[in-house]
């Protein structure tokens, strides 16, 4: 598949990053930085093109014409939507990705109907990456709360602790506990190496768990693996930008709600346009500020300001502080690694949470949601089958009897309205969605094949 | 300076047309005061236009500075005008008590030094209200035209308590059109205020001068006994509904009445505010009232606690019963009441709603930050966040009201007179009510003053109808520096 990325930032460079690892594809990134985009060459097999990204001649040399997919990915969203457009007119560009920050574009769905501009798909990691902190405040617990058929089900992972029922236990029990309801482990990870489950799997403490429920159960099988939590009451935030800012508007009505800016103006700003957050005009990593605040008794201490290492920093303050959980915004992946493990609780990287909306779009077969995990080590994906017995190789067999390459898993099918978690001998219809979670990202070209329907895509 | 003088000639000869209704109405009842309305309105013709002839040629534009003293000659100087018909008109009537019964004409205080009003000439008495009606669109358009202009008070306040969708529709963009639009608005409300009084039974006479009074919030009656006289419900009825509408904010008016909706209304948190304290005060009233058997029935008691609210809150100050009888919590909340309830941009006196609330919310940030030392709170009114400029302003404001009552007081008392009467008389004044307690109370008038009594009382309502900054920053250093 034939990929132009236009836009080498944070989000450009962790896409290009992915796309490029998959064999079949061809990456051209369009950036105006010459310096960025050499040293991207010199790290992937991708081309390069200096210029301006809505330029026709700019994308003209970056082999728009021949581009099944253009995912614009400047930091301007009025460049995104222009080059959309210009791909569109010029080289009827089959699909076009744009990244559109601010809800002024965002709020009004018309402009991205089929009669007006030109964009396919619009994504906004700001809302994506609030999105995802607001399910793990929801789901106190938690690591990673990822939405598969419209959130009516929910790829929950959480690490194992005493006091888990589940804990210490092989997963055949599970049935035991819950009779009549249901939940799917596709994938264990224990000390960092997929230990494939089934039914004689035995849960250790540390592990880390991904289970698959239909939305209304998965706080049951939570408490499954680790002692349930009270739900968060108190939350602070650090860093009044654009997620601090969505993440405590969407949480304020039901939370009670800090909110720690550096920036005295920002922080004016802020406080006018919330209604219920008590806003703080303060550095996130001062002690004192943090003990006058009654960080002790915070529930999630969330640090999402533009810095990572400032982030690192205040989450690690506010953890020896007291409180109850600290999470933090970590772009680079080597760092988030380094944290999790140790006094950080849940490192957000806002790149894997971005990649996985771009990589629905890119996948054969009609895949409608992505997720990448484990920092792109794994994925999980909602795929929609077409045909009949005879033109696919998924409808009208049961789960057991299909070829998945190793490591990968279906955990759920989703029939109409109707969640119905796998088993061995459920039966695969048209039209039917697929979870897959594949703990391996490299047989993904394997499944895309499964997958797609007759003549592939 | 010779510049206001030209500005304030016009506006005496302008004042002078006024004259026009008594005259119309003394040549229709036959009452003899034809003459002397129309000395005063030569004489106002005369003086105005002569020195505004004489002061022609340093006519231009206004300064902000300028408006500061044009504002505060025009209530003094008007009130000085119209105290010519009334000493021509009633023999032996002071030159002291002359001026304070214009005063509280112009200013919509409504508190009288004259007796036996029944049997004034009605031409007289058409007058007296006139003074009133002609103030009370004075007042509005100086809140929401002029002032802003100054820098003080209403448009600033008016502009930070528009929320919603109806913050960007500014009344019009321009002075003279807002100016305009208000006096449309104020003339048709008039119109229906009179015919109501008068379908509900009162004489041509009565309705016009009520109606001119009730909408002014002024208080002037052509009874000694006020409203009482009737003994009328709906009429009562009838008058609660007007003081309300002049409590009210008139741009709300003015934006209901071209939008023919009501719309406007559900978007004012002050006029909300006014709303629930009246009420909450009405019912309170009526309870204790009723508990403590002033009354025969409930429905009494509401009847007449309905009415003295509204009227005394609204700084109107009719009045139908002797509240001073009643239990001695009642006189002094509705005195309270006076101080704050009225809106911005209304016809009534005192502190005014809006500042209230910002008060209100601003002592509970100040509560907030003791609790979080480090938090940003801005401070919301109907959803609008007020700019700090303005709540200081507004400090600073309420200060000032408070040392004015304090230092009236303390005059009022250094000339004898004992501290309930002393006290309620300047607070009434200030928020230009009317009836106070004790010697000046409901029953009474403030006829019984001694002359420096009267003046301190007339000095009073200029300076709490004008807002106070537009008065006080008159007697600063450096308003006259160059």
């Given at each position: ?457 | ?11 005496t000869?302008?004042f002078g047309?006024l004259y026009l209704l008594p005259i119309a109405w003394s040549l229709a009842a036959r009452d003899g005061l034809v003459g002397v309305f129309f000395a005063a309105m030569s004489i106002n013709a005369v003086v ?28 003094t100087l008007m009130s000085l005008s119209a105290v010519v018909p009334l000493m021509l008109a009633i023999p032996g009537l002071s030159f002291t008590d002359a001026y304070f019964e214009a005063a509280s004409g112009l200013t919509?205080t409504g508190a009288t030094v004259l007796n036996d009003l029944q049997h004034l000439p009605p031409s007289l008495n058409l007058w007296r209200h006139t003074m009133h009606?002609i ?70 006479l009565d309705?016009?001068c009520?109606?001119f009074s009730?909408?002014?919030?002024g208080?002037f009656s052509t009874q000694d006994t006020s409203?009482?006289a ?210 000046v109370?409901?029953?009474t008038n403030f006829s019984s003053l001694s002359d420096a009594q009267t003046w301190?009382c007339s000095?009073?309502m ?21």
């Amino acid at each position: 598949m034939k990929i132009v990325i236009l836009g080498a930032g944070q989000v450009g460079r962790t896409a290009a990053y992915h796309l490029s690892r998959e064999e079949s594809n061809e990456v051209t990134v369009v950036d105006t930085n010459e310096e960025v985009l050499r040293d991207l060459q010199d790290r992937l097999d991708i081309r390069t093109v200096a210029g301006n990204a809505a330029y026709p001649s700019v994308l003209e040399a970056a082999g728009t014409a021949s581009a099944d997919i253009v995912v614009a990915l400047t930091s301007s969203d009025e460049v995104n939507m222009m080059a959309c457009e210009v791909a569109y007119t010029l080289y009827r560009t089959r699909t076009k990705i744009a990244r559109i920050r601010s809800a002024e574009y965002t709020k009004h769905p018309k402009l991205f109907s089929d009669e007006a501009l030109s964009v396919d798909v619009w994504i906004s990691p700001e809302q994506l990456v609030t999105e995802y902190v607001a399910q793990l405040i929801k789901y106190p617990g938690a690591l990673q709360v990822l939405d598969f058929a419209d959130g009516r089900v929910r790829l929950v992972g959480i690490r194992a602790r005493k006091g888990g029922l589940l804990v210490g236990q092989a997963l055949r029990t599970l049935k035991e506990h819950h009779p009549s309801t249901e939940a799917r482990v596709v994938a264990i990870y224990r000390a960092g190496r997929s230990v494939p489950p089934d039914g004689n799997t035995v849960i250790e403490e540390n592990d880390e768990v991904f289970f698959l429920a239909a939305r209304e159960d998965i706080r049951k099988f939570m408490s499954e693996i680790r002692k349930e939590e009270s739900p968060a009451r108190r939350v602070v935030i650090a860093g009044g930008g654009n997620i601090g800012l969505s993440l405590a508007r969407r949480l304020e009505e039901q939370h009670h709600v800090k909110l720690i800016e550096r920036d005295p103006k920002r922080a004016r700003r802020i406080s006018e346009l919330l209604l219920n957050t008590i806003v703080l005009n303060g550095d996130a990593a001062d002690e004192e500020l943090l003990i006058e605040e009654n960080i002790d008794s915070c529930d999630v201490f969330a640090s999402l300001t533009n810095s990572e290492e400032a982030n690192i920093l205040s989450a690690m303050l506010a953890k020896r502080l007291g409180a109850k959980k600290v999470m933090a915004l970590i772009n680079k992946p080597s760092y988030a690694d380094l944290m999790e493990s140790g006094s950080i609780d849940i490192a957000i990287s806002p790149q894997t949470i971005t990649i996985g909306s771009l990589l629905a779009h890119v996948r054969r077969g009609d895949v409608v949601r992505v997720h990448s995990l484990r920092r792109g080590a794994a994925e999980a994906l909602e795929a929609v089958v077409h045909g009949t017995d005879r033109t696919s190789r998924v409808v009208g067999r049961r789960v057991g009897d299909i070829p998945l390459p190793e490591g990968a898993a279906i955990g759920a099918v989703v029939r109409g309205e109707a969640v119905m978690i796998a088993h061995h001998d459920t039966m695969i219809n048209n039209d039917d969605h697929v979870i897959v979670f594949l703990s391996d990202r490299r047989h993904v070209e394997q499944v895309e094949r499964l997958f797609s329907g007759p003549g592939g895509r | 300076m010779l510049a206001v003088a030209h500005v304030l000639g016009t506006m005496t000869a302008c004042f002078g047309l006024l004259y026009l209704l008594p005259i119309a109405w003394s040549l229709a009842a036959r009452d003899g005061l034809v003459g002397v309305f129309f000395a005063a309105m030569s004489i106002n013709a005369v003086v105005g236009l002569g020195l505004a002839a004489a002061t022609r040629r340093f006519r231009r534009e206004l300064k902000p500075r300028d408006g500061f003293i044009l504002v505060t000659l025009s209530w003094t100087l008007m009130s000085l005008s119209a105290v010519v018909p009334l000493m021509l008109a009633i023999p032996g009537l002071s030159f002291t008590d002359a001026y304070f019964e214009a005063a509280s004409g112009l200013t919509t205080t409504g508190a009288t030094v004259l007796n036996d009003l029944q049997h004034l000439p009605p031409s007289l008495n058409l007058w007296r209200h006139t003074m009133h009606w002609i103030g009370g669109i004075g007042i509005i358009v100086l809140a929401l035209a002029v002032l802003p202009l100054l820098g003080v008070g209403g448009m600033q306040l008016y502009k930070a308590s528009m929320p919603g969708p109806v913050k960007d529709e500014k009344l019009t963009p321009r002075i003279t059109e807002t100016a305009k639009a208000l006096w449309f608005t104020y003339l048709v409300l008039t119109a229906v205020s009179i015919l109501l009084l008068r379908m509900a039974g009162m004489s041509w006479l009565d309705a016009v001068c009520h109606a001119f009074s009730a909408i002014s919030l002024g208080g002037f009656s052509t009874q000694d006994t006020s409203v009482a006289a009737y003994n009328s419900v709906t009429i009562e009825l009838i008058l609660i509904v007007i003081m309300l509408v002049g409590a009210c904010n008139f741009s709300r008016h003015f934006l209901a009445m071209r939008s023919l909706s009501l719309r406007p209304y559900a978007h004012d948190s002050e006029g909300k505010a006014v709303m629930v304290l009246l009420s909450t005060s009405v019912l309170f009233a009526t309870v204790l009232l009723w508990l403590q058997g002033a009354y025969p029935d409930f429905g009494t008691s509401l009847r007449h606690a309905a009415f003295s609210v509204v009227s005394i809150a609204t700084t109107a100050g009719f009045v139908t019963e002797n509240y001073e009888l009643w239990p001695a919590f009642l006189p002094v909340w509705l005195i309270f009441l006076s101080c704050i309830t009225c809106s911005t941009g209304s016809t009534g006196g005192g502190i005014k709603m809006f500042r209230t609330l910002l008060l209100v919310r601003h002592a509970r940030r100040e509560l907030k930050l003791l609790v979080h030392p480090s938090a940003v709170v801005p401070i919301r009114i109907g959803g609008q966040v007020v700019p700090d400029r303005i709540v200081y302003s507004v400090l600073a404001f309420i200060f000032l009201y408070f040392i004015t009552i304090l230092v009236l007081t303390f005059a009022m008392l250094a000339t004898g007179l004992d501290l309930v009467s002393s006290f309620s008389a300047i607070v009434s004044s200030v928020n230009n009510m009317g009836p106070a307690l004790g010697a000046v109370g409901p029953a009474t008038n403030f006829s019984s003053l001694s002359d420096a009594q009267t003046w301190i009382c007339s000095v009073a309502m200029l300076v709490g109808r004008l807002e106070i900054f537009a008065v006080v920053v008159l007697f600063t250093a450096t308003f006259w520096r160059k």
